[in-house]
């Protein structure tokens, strides 16, 4: 998860574009899903590799009009992560949002850390398959499955960030 807000502390740290736990698996499966155009212009994942964001972490947390600011919780679509929005999450930071940002445990993301850092969960292909194989019931099944996970995490994810007690001002 990354959450990204207004501050008024002096900018001076850079992070990764690109989570640098799991970058080189999101380069690679990213690629290899990639339409047959595309495969031929790999060193665009390359550059996204290159790319660092200046961000201060744990900033202090600008106050907003009666000390609260407006959330807006992102949900990354099938096949991308929290990397991606990293931009537009930083831009509605700076225009006065808080922008929480999870990457999905659900087999939607190409590939995402586990919370016990270990084994990351790559791209989950069972539902394609399953459509390929004629079996449309099982595939709708499935992808449902993964909408209720990623439901769950949204839910968790906002609730933790309105009852963190713990952000400074």
Not at 6 to 24: A, M
Request: net charge positive; charged share 20%; aromatic share 6%.
């Amino acid at each position: 998860v990354r959450l990204f807000y207004p501050t008024d502390d002096k900018i001076t740290g850079r992070i990764p574009y690109l989570n640098p736990e799991t970058v080189n698996d999101f380069c690679h499966r990213s690629m290899e899903r990639a339409p047959s155009p595309l495969k031929g212009i790999g060193w665009i994942m390359h550059t996204l590799r290159l790319n660092t964001l200046s961000v201060q972490p744990h900033a202090t947390v600008a106050a907003g009009p009666e000390d609260s600011l407006p959330l807006v919780v992102l949900s990354h679509g099938v096949g991308a992560s929290y990397d991606v929005y990293a931009y537009q999450s930083i831009s509605l930071a700076c225009h006065g949002t808080m922008v929480l940002v999870p990457t999905h445990l659900d087999g939607t993301a190409p590939v995402a850390q586990q919370p016990t850092g270990r084994r990351p969960i790559l791209f989950d292909v069972r539902p394609k398959q399953l459509e390929e194989e004629g079996k449309k019931k099982e595939a709708s099944q499935l992808r449902c499955q993964q909408v209720e996970i990623r439901a769950r995490e949204m839910v968790l994810a906002t609730e933790f960030l309105l009852s963190a007690k713990t952000m400074k001002r």
